[in-house]
Structures are given as C-alpha cells and as structure tokens.
C-alpha cells in the first residue's frame, strides 16, 4: 500500500503542538527541522509491512529539504510532493480540491486538516486525520491500515445489503436474490457478513453493542431455524409468521443505525462457464 503523510501540523509541527523526536547529530548539523515523536518507529513499521511512504504537502519546501529533514532521522520517503508537484497533478487533472491522492494512486493519505477529510468522501480518496494532541496517532494509523486490508467498509456495506434483503418483502427478496433459492443466500450472507464478521466490525465501530445484541437475536432465531429439521420455514417466504419476526429485527436494527430509509438497488448479469450458467449481482445502497 502507498501511504502519503501531510507534513506541517502532522508530522512536522509549526510551533510545539506536539512532541518531538529527539533531534541527533546530524539533525543538528544539517539543520533538519523535528518531527513528530513516534515517527521513526512508526516508519520503520510500516516499511517493515512492506508499504510505501511517501510525502505530500501543500507547502512549497522544496523536495531537497524535506528530504534532508527526513534522511536526517534516518528515514527515506520514496516520493516527495510538494505543492508544485500537487498543482501541475491537479490542473492537467483538471482538479479543483486542494490535495488528491488517488491522482498519484495513494491508497491512503493522513492529515490534520478536516477538509481533506470532507475531500476525501467527495473526490473517492481514503483519508486518516490525526489530531495534533493525539498521541496514540500512531496506533490509529496502523489500525486503519488493517481496516483498509481487512475490506472493513465493503463488508460492512454487504452487512446493510443483506439486512435490508432480510427486512424486504418476499416478492422484493426473490428478485433480489435472483437464480436459485432466495432463502439460502440470505442465511449464507448474513452468516458471512455478521456472524463471521463480527469481532471485527466491533473493533472497528461499524456497529455499536446496541446494534450487535439485535443482530445476535436475529443470528440466533436464523440458526435455530437451520436445525429444524421439518425446515418448511424457509421456503415460506410469502406465509411463515416466523419471517415476520426476522424482518421486524432487520427492520429494527437498520433503524438504530439510522439506515432505515436506505435501499439496494441491482443488476444481475448472467455469464456462462462450461455450460453452467453464474449469476452476478452488482448491487447500490441508495437513500429514498
Ligand atoms: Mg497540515
């Protein structure tokens, strides 16, 4: 992964927002500016991990110099973009955000400014923001890596689609589910996307304890209905009382995440492998 961090109030900062690393021999020869306490550490980590670093800042240092303050701290930035670099990027992108990341194909980017944040969501770029008295920053850092690597928002995105599956009407879940039997997706799906997933989508607060003791009742009535063994249940669809109650806490969970008025939208598309025909379903989160 190629992660890019802003450098004044982030990792550099303009007066003593927050502690330093200890300025060596060479810092103090070179004249090398300080940096944020936990950096070379945290560097040494993630290049450790195999990811890349690189700089990116709207200030007009020169890339000489920001790598001379680095190299100072024994620590190489494989790329340096500075604001002369990011303008050229932006206009022959015709871009008007101040900082985009995913031009240079960052995957992620962390700073302090929130409006990076808010240029993030609109632009399609992932952001962490580090507030400059946190001082577990740089833990922060690695755990939304490991989010990143884990897929977090795309599993919790398939949660919602299965929930609101699993609220929907028979005839709505039918279509949804499309070629073969609705009710062995939904169970298959949301097996998948809570039950197995659920450690860590509360680690990494997707869903909150409220949310998680509705979703294990749900978890619990969908499993108790897999043992029975008459296990007409689950081909009545349209009749079974029983689905109402799994509707009513789908309904009820999607309610306490405020998700409530949110919808899927689909497409299936068929292919053929060997004469076996694969159904795909791409599927949209929409708000009515
Ligand atoms: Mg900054």
Same mark, same amino acid.
């Given at each position: 992964?190629?992660?890019?961090?802003?450098? #004044?109030?982030?990792?550099?900062? +303009?007066?003593? @927002?927050?502690?330093?690393?200890?300025?060596?021999?060479?810092?103090?020869?070179?004249?090398?500016?300080?940096?944020?306490?936990?950096?070379?550490?945290?560097?040494?980590?993630?290049?450790?991990?195999?990811?890349?670093?690189?700089?990116?800042?709207?200030?007009?240092? !020169?890339?000489?110099?920001?790598?001379?303050?680095?190299?100072?701290?024994?620590?190489?930035?494989?790329?340096?973009?500075?604001? @002369?670099?990011?303008?050229?990027?932006?206009?022959?992108?015709?871009?008007?955000?101040?900082?985009?990341?995913?031009?240079?194909?960052?995957?992620?980017?962390?700073?302090?400014?929130?409006?990076?944040?808010?240029?993030?969501?609109? +632009?399609?770029?992932? =952001?962490?923001?580090?507030?400059?008295?946190?001082?577990?920053?740089?833990?922060?850092?690695?755990?939304?890596?490991?989010?990143?690597?884990?897929?977090?928002?795309?599993?919790?995105?398939?949660?919602?689609?299965?929930?609101? =599956?699993?609220?929907?009407?028979?005839?709505?879940?039918?279509?949804?589910?499309?070629?073969?039997?609705?009710?062995?997706?939904?169970? #298959?799906?949301?097996?998948?996307?809570?039950?197995?997933?659920?450690?860590?989508?509360?680690? +990494?607060?997707?869903? =909150?304890?409220?949310?998680?003791?509705?979703?294990?009742?749900?978890?619990?009535?969908?499993?108790?209905?897999?043992?029975?063994? @008459?296990?007409?249940?689950? +081909?009545?669809?349209?009749?079974?009382?029983?689905?109402?109650?799994?509707?009513?806490?789908? !309904?009820?969970?999607?309610?306490?995440?405020?998700?409530?008025?949110?919808?899927?939208?689909?497409?299936?598309?068929?292919?053929?492998?060997?004469?076996?025909?694969?159904?795909?379903?791409?599927?949209?989160?929409?708000?009515?």
């Amino acid at each position: 992964m190629i992660i890019s961090f802003d450098i #004044d109030n982030t990792l550099i900062p +303009y007066s003593n @927002e927050f502690e330093v690393e200890n300025k060596g021999l060479l810092s103090k020869i070179l004249g090398a500016e300080s940096i944020r306490k936990g950096s070379i550490q945290l560097f040494s980590e993630l290049e450790n991990k195999g990811h890349s670093i690189w700089i990116y800042t709207t200030s007009y240092r !020169s890339a000489f110099n920001i790598k001379k303050t680095f190299k100072s701290y024994g620590l190489n930035p494989s790329r340096i973009i500075n604001e @002369e670099t990011n303008q050229q990027f932006l206009k022959k992108h015709n871009c008007s955000a101040s900082k985009n990341p995913s031009l240079f194909g960052i995957d992620l980017h962390v700073d302090d400014a929130r409006g990076v944040e808010i240029e993030g969501a609109k +632009y399609g770029f992932e =952001t962490i923001i580090i507030d400059i008295n946190d001082e577990d920053w740089a833990n922060k850092i690695l755990k939304k890596i490991r989010g990143i690597e884990l897929n977090m928002a795309w599993r919790f995105k398939e949660l919602l689609v299965t929930l609101i =599956t699993l609220k929907s009407n028979a005839k709505k879940q039918r279509a949804f589910n499309g070629v073969g039997q609705a009710e062995d997706d939904m169970v #298959d799906d949301f097996d998948n996307f809570y039950s197995r997933s659920r450690d860590v989508l509360m680690e +990494y607060d997707y869903i =909150t304890a409220t949310e998680d003791s509705i979703l294990s009742k749900l978890a619990k009535l969908i499993r108790l209905k897999c043992e029975d063994p @008459e296990n007409a249940f689950w +081909y009545q669809l349209e009749s079974h009382q029983d689905w109402e109650i799994i509707r009513g806490l789908a !309904s009820k969970v999607l309610l306490k995440m405020k998700k409530e008025n949110f919808e899927v939208e689909f497409v299936h598309t068929n292919e053929f492998d060997d004469g076996i025909m694969l159904q795909r379903t791409k599927t949209k989160i929409v708000e009515k």
